[in-house]
């Protein structure tokens, strides 16, 4: 079958009637996106596959804005084609609408319409739902449409290749000679049965036999079937192993990287709070406000020192001219030698007495022995110290100079001014000290914010990679090794089931051995012969049917692995290898990528994209072989492909025989001067039968659909 | 022809050597001589093979009476 011509009405950007004429071999549409491709695509999909859900999403937006209230129009998507069996026949969808009052669109429900024309021109209405079976049954049509590389992935499930091997190989029509051959055998084998029965001596020992057969066959049957369950647990096991794998290393590197983000995050929370800005109360509690006291408190010292000297001196021109006693003052004035003596009390009463106690003049940290002149001074200014004390009765009456003792006072102050100072002293290094912490601490939060950002966009990269989300991610680690444990029973299992159906086959060749044994002695020999001949036709046709799939895989793989590297004429692509597989009682084929007899590990999309493009071309090469051709329908493909791996690509496909549509966003190009987008020369050598480039008529609003018509040009 | 092609295949299959020691040279190759030959195996794909590529294929019953009808004879 071959798509003649599409005709797009209505249908959202395509405005107006809108025509395809297509050619059977290599037809590209070439379209920026957005501009209608896969809206084309969708119109071909809805007309072949659609219902009648949202059919008011289907409608041109311009054609309704440029009706008037109360008007009708159709949407309408029609396929003309040339069947296998000639003539020509088409099929339309449509529905239509009518513009309300409010602008709003009302619409009728959609019809199919088939129309069929022979080859002298005779026309006819068919029922278009048949004769769209008829030309393009169901089956192929879903092997027909490809949306996007990953709806190239089809070859994923081992049905679904099963299927189409099934579908397009004529191994297929051996299906019924499998059929027809064993219950032509059953007949023969009853007939037989039926006679041997008829012997009187043999019936009893025949029928216990034919119950002992039929025991085992219904428990070979049971095992079978767990046995089949089993296998399909396995596989199903064994795929969720094989996906949690690439899980599994994603679970494990995101396991390493949340701890690190944790231990991170850790360090960043202690960080802070080792972090203590809080100057102010630092301010006045670790008194740092008295950080530059020193030279103060010099100055004070100095100043108290000054004023102490003045008062003594003071005191002493006063006592000079009191006269106070001769003796004193010459004990005094020889104790001095004239010098301004030290206040009273200093050393003080405690300091002087433990001097005497220790014999140690610890102002000078000399030895004072007993006796020893330094000894009897020492006890001379104690003494003095404790007169000093006692009320002068003598001198009563005597005015005194200083009336207040504010200068010892303020020595007092001063000195422990100084026991102070030696703390503040170390204040200015602790504040800068508390200033370094804070700002080291600062450049460690930097450092681990930094850390933290680049593990974090690890792990969005696990994550990007991962179709899991995370948490469920982190639960992949424990199913992988619960279903680890798991796949052992079933493994276990298996062989089991293996073990007992070898022994009931065993079993069962010898009770049918036995059986034949007594058939041979009674039943005629022609219903012998007949039924070992049927068994031999039942044998020969499954084997063929087998045989046939068989040598469809065989050429499939060698006609896909040439395309294949066609399509990859300068790279490095492997071989595809197809595996047949029992699933159960189903057969199944695995494709894998080899490279030297190993699988690929990891091929990238555009090696996958072409792996199965040249299965399905393959397929469908093989298939024009046995069955008839069908179109091809590709929307965007190639998306992972460069511009000149897709002109290789599309020069191979217009090699190969049957009818596709490509819709591609390459070979196109914005003119920088005049702005306007163009079709680029390179285009020229692309090969094709029909070349179409699909654009939005400009000017248009991107915002306003109702702006909106694509115009195809012929190219 | 398309059954022609069905019986070359199922005459191909070793058990026809093995067992019944018949050469490729000496099969028929097309349906019409299969039915003719007097070889029961041979000939019993033969009708088999044509009652089910009619356009309209042979009942189990028909079938069954066209297959054990002719074994049962032949192989008196």
Redesign the interface.
Same mark, same amino acid.
């Given at each position: 079958m071959i798509i003649k011509k599409i005709i797009i009405e209505n249908y959202l950007c395509y405005y107006g009637i809108k025509e395809f004429d297509l050619s059977e071999g290599l037809n590209i549409i070439v379209g920026e996106n957005g501009e209608g491709k896969t809206k084309f695509f969708e119109a071909i999909d809805w007309l072949l596959n659609g219902d009648s859900n949202n059919l008011e999403l289907l409608i041109s937006a311009k054609a309704l804005n440029e009706v008037s209230i109360g008007e009708v129009f159709r949407v309408k998507v029609l396929m003309e084609v040339i069947p296998e069996y000639g003539g020509t026949a088409s099929i339309s969808k449509s529905f239509i609408v009518k513009k309300s009052n409010n602008g709003d669109s009302i619409i009728s429900n959609y019809i199919i319409e088939g129309v069929e024309r022979n080859n002298i021109g005779e026309r006819s209405i068919i029922d278009g739902k048949t004769l769209l079976e008829r030309i393009f049954p169901f089956e192929i049509r879903k092997y027909s449409l490809f949306k996007g590389e990953s709806d190239l992935e089809i070859f994923k499930s081992e049905a679904a290749l099963s299927n189409l091997i099934n579908l397009f190989s004529d191994a297929k029509? /051996?299906d $019924? /000679?499998s059929t $027809?051959?064993e &219950?032509?055998r059953l *007949? !023969?084998e009853t007939?037989v049965a039926t006679a041997t029965k008829n012997i009187d001596t043999n019936k009893n020992n025949y029928e216990l036999l034919e119950r002992e057969i039929k025991r085992l066959e219904d428990s070979k049957y049971d095992i079978t079937v767990h046995l089949n369950i089993t296998e399909e647990e396995i596989i199903k096991v064994n795929e969720n192993l094989e996906d949690a794998e690439q899980h599994v290393k994603n679970a494990e590197a995101l396991k390493t990287i949340n701890e690190k983000i944790f231990n991170i995050e850790d360090k960043i929370k202690k960080c802070n709070s080792h972090i203590d800005e809080n100057y102010t109360t630092a301010l006045f509690d670790e008194k740092w406000f008295l950080v530059h006291f020193e030279p103060i408190q010099r100055k004070f010292a100095e100043k108290i020192t000054n004023l102490s000297q003045e008062k003594r001196r003071l005191q002493s021109d006063f006592d000079k001219k009191k006269g106070i006693k001769e003796g004193e003052r010459k004990a005094k004035m020889e104790l001095l030698n004239n010098v301004i003596p030290l206040p009273i009390g200093v050393p003080s009463k405690a300091h002087l007495e433990e001097m005497l106690k220790d014999e140690v003049c610890k102002v000078c940290n000399r030895p004072v022995e007993k006796d020893s002149e330094p000894y009897k001074f020492m006890i001379k200014r104690l003494e003095e110290y404790i007169q000093s004390q006692k009320p002068d009765v003598e001198n009563e009456e005597e005015k005194v100079l200083f009336e207040h003792n504010y200068i010892n006072r303020l020595e007092s102050l001063s000195i422990s001014h100084e026991d102070n100072l030696k703390q503040l002293r170390s204040t200015e290094q602790q504040i800068k000290d508390w200033f370094l912490l804070n700002e080291k601490l600062k450049v460690e939060i930097n450092e681990l914010e930094e850390q933290l950002v680049k593990q974090k966009e690890e792990r969005n990269k696990i994550l990007g990679n991962s179709s899991l989300a995370a948490e469920k991610l982190s639960d992949v680690l424990k199913n992988y090794n619960a279903w680890q444990k798991y796949l052992l029973g079933k493994e276990r299992e298996k062989l089991e089931y293996s073990s007992k159906l070898h022994d009931l086959d065993i079993q069962l060749h010898s009770k049918r051995t036995e059986k034949d044994g007594i058939d041979l002695k009674s039943a005629h !020999? &022609? =219903?012998i *012969?007949?039924r070992d @001949? =049927?068994r %031999? @036709?039942e044998? @020969? &046709?499954k %084997?063929?049917k087998q045989? $046939?799939f068989n040598e469809f895989i065989e050429k499939l793989q060698l006609k896909s692995n040439s395309i294949f590297s066609q399509i990859n004429i300068d790279s490095f692509t492997g071989i595809i290898k197809f595996t047949k597989k029992k699933r159960g009682d189903k057969d199944a084929i695995e494709i894998e990528l080899q490279e030297n007899g190993r699988v690929f590990y990891k091929p990238n999309q555009s090696l996958l994209t072409s792996m199965y493009i040249s299965i399905l071309f393959a397929i469908s090469e093989l298939s024009a072989e046995v069955k008839e051709r069908y179109p091809m329908i590709f929307d965007a493909p190639t998306s992972s492909f460069g511009e000149s791996k897709t002109s290789e690509f599309l020069n191979l496909i217009h090699e190969t025989k049957g009818q596709k549509i490509l819709l591609i966003k390459d070979f196109l190009i914005t003119n920088k001067e005049t702005r306007n987008l163009e079709v680029k020369k390179e285009f020229q050598n692309v090969k094709r039968d029909k070349a179409f480039w699909i654009r939005l008529q400009r000017p248009f609003n991107k915002q306003n659909l109702t702006t909106l018509n694509t115009e195809i040009i012929t190219l | 022809m398309r059954q022609d092609k069905i019986l070359s295949s199922f005459l191909q299959h070793e058990l026809l050597l093995t067992k019944y020691h018949l050469n490729q040279a000496e099969l028929p190759t097309k349906v019409r001589d299969a039915i003719n030959s007097e070889i029961p195996i041979v000939k019993t794909i033969g009708l088999i093979v044509e009652a089910l590529e009619k356009q309209i294929p042979e009942t189990d019953n028909s079938l069954r009476n066209i297959v054990l009808q002719y074994l049962n004879t032949a192989a008196v």
């Amino acid at each position: 079958m071959i798509i003649k011509k599409i005709i797009i009405e209505n249908y959202l950007c395509y405005y107006g009637i809108k025509e395809f004429d297509l050619s059977e071999g290599l037809n590209i549409i070439v379209g920026e996106n957005g501009e209608g491709k896969t809206k084309f695509f969708e119109a071909i999909d809805w007309l072949l596959n659609g219902d009648s859900n949202n059919l008011e999403l289907l409608i041109s937006a311009k054609a309704l804005n440029e009706v008037s209230i109360g008007e009708v129009f159709r949407v309408k998507v029609l396929m003309e084609v040339i069947p296998e069996y000639g003539g020509t026949a088409s099929i339309s969808k449509s529905f239509i609408v009518k513009k309300s009052n409010n602008g709003d669109s009302i619409i009728s429900n959609y019809i199919i319409e088939g129309v069929e024309r022979n080859n002298i021109g005779e026309r006819s209405i068919i029922d278009g739902k048949t004769l769209l079976e008829r030309i393009f049954p169901f089956e192929i049509r879903k092997y027909s449409l490809f949306k996007g590389e990953s709806d190239l992935e089809i070859f994923k499930s081992e049905a679904a290749l099963s299927n189409l091997i099934n579908l397009f190989s004529d191994a297929k029509h /051996y299906d $019924k /000679y499998s059929t $027809k051959g064993e &219950f032509l055998r059953l *007949k !023969s084998e009853t007939a037989v049965a039926t006679a041997t029965k008829n012997i009187d001596t043999n019936k009893n020992n025949y029928e216990l036999l034919e119950r002992e057969i039929k025991r085992l066959e219904d428990s070979k049957y049971d095992i079978t079937v767990h046995l089949n369950i089993t296998e399909e647990e396995i596989i199903k096991v064994n795929e969720n192993l094989e996906d949690a794998e690439q899980h599994v290393k994603n679970a494990e590197a995101l396991k390493t990287i949340n701890e690190k983000i944790f231990n991170i995050e850790d360090k960043i929370k202690k960080c802070n709070s080792h972090i203590d800005e809080n100057y102010t109360t630092a301010l006045f509690d670790e008194k740092w406000f008295l950080v530059h006291f020193e030279p103060i408190q010099r100055k004070f010292a100095e100043k108290i020192t000054n004023l102490s000297q003045e008062k003594r001196r003071l005191q002493s021109d006063f006592d000079k001219k009191k006269g106070i006693k001769e003796g004193e003052r010459k004990a005094k004035m020889e104790l001095l030698n004239n010098v301004i003596p030290l206040p009273i009390g200093v050393p003080s009463k405690a300091h002087l007495e433990e001097m005497l106690k220790d014999e140690v003049c610890k102002v000078c940290n000399r030895p004072v022995e007993k006796d020893s002149e330094p000894y009897k001074f020492m006890i001379k200014r104690l003494e003095e110290y404790i007169q000093s004390q006692k009320p002068d009765v003598e001198n009563e009456e005597e005015k005194v100079l200083f009336e207040h003792n504010y200068i010892n006072r303020l020595e007092s102050l001063s000195i422990s001014h100084e026991d102070n100072l030696k703390q503040l002293r170390s204040t200015e290094q602790q504040i800068k000290d508390w200033f370094l912490l804070n700002e080291k601490l600062k450049v460690e939060i930097n450092e681990l914010e930094e850390q933290l950002v680049k593990q974090k966009e690890e792990r969005n990269k696990i994550l990007g990679n991962s179709s899991l989300a995370a948490e469920k991610l982190s639960d992949v680690l424990k199913n992988y090794n619960a279903w680890q444990k798991y796949l052992l029973g079933k493994e276990r299992e298996k062989l089991e089931y293996s073990s007992k159906l070898h022994d009931l086959d065993i079993q069962l060749h010898s009770k049918r051995t036995e059986k034949d044994g007594i058939d041979l002695k009674s039943a005629h !020999s &022609f =219903l012998i *012969k007949t039924r070992d @001949i =049927l068994r %031999d @036709i039942e044998t @020969i &046709f499954k %084997d063929t049917k087998q045989n $046939k799939f068989n040598e469809f895989i065989e050429k499939l793989q060698l006609k896909s692995n040439s395309i294949f590297s066609q399509i990859n004429i300068d790279s490095f692509t492997g071989i595809i290898k197809f595996t047949k597989k029992k699933r159960g009682d189903k057969d199944a084929i695995e494709i894998e990528l080899q490279e030297n007899g190993r699988v690929f590990y990891k091929p990238n999309q555009s090696l996958l994209t072409s792996m199965y493009i040249s299965i399905l071309f393959a397929i469908s090469e093989l298939s024009a072989e046995v069955k008839e051709r069908y179109p091809m329908i590709f929307d965007a493909p190639t998306s992972s492909f460069g511009e000149s791996k897709t002109s290789e690509f599309l020069n191979l496909i217009h090699e190969t025989k049957g009818q596709k549509i490509l819709l591609i966003k390459d070979f196109l190009i914005t003119n920088k001067e005049t702005r306007n987008l163009e079709v680029k020369k390179e285009f020229q050598n692309v090969k094709r039968d029909k070349a179409f480039w699909i654009r939005l008529q400009r000017p248009f609003n991107k915002q306003n659909l109702t702006t909106l018509n694509t115009e195809i040009i012929t190219l | 022809m398309r059954q022609d092609k069905i019986l070359s295949s199922f005459l191909q299959h070793e058990l026809l050597l093995t067992k019944y020691h018949l050469n490729q040279a000496e099969l028929p190759t097309k349906v019409r001589d299969a039915i003719n030959s007097e070889i029961p195996i041979v000939k019993t794909i033969g009708l088999i093979v044509e009652a089910l590529e009619k356009q309209i294929p042979e009942t189990d019953n028909s079938l069954r009476n066209i297959v054990l009808q002719y074994l049962n004879t032949a192989a008196v």
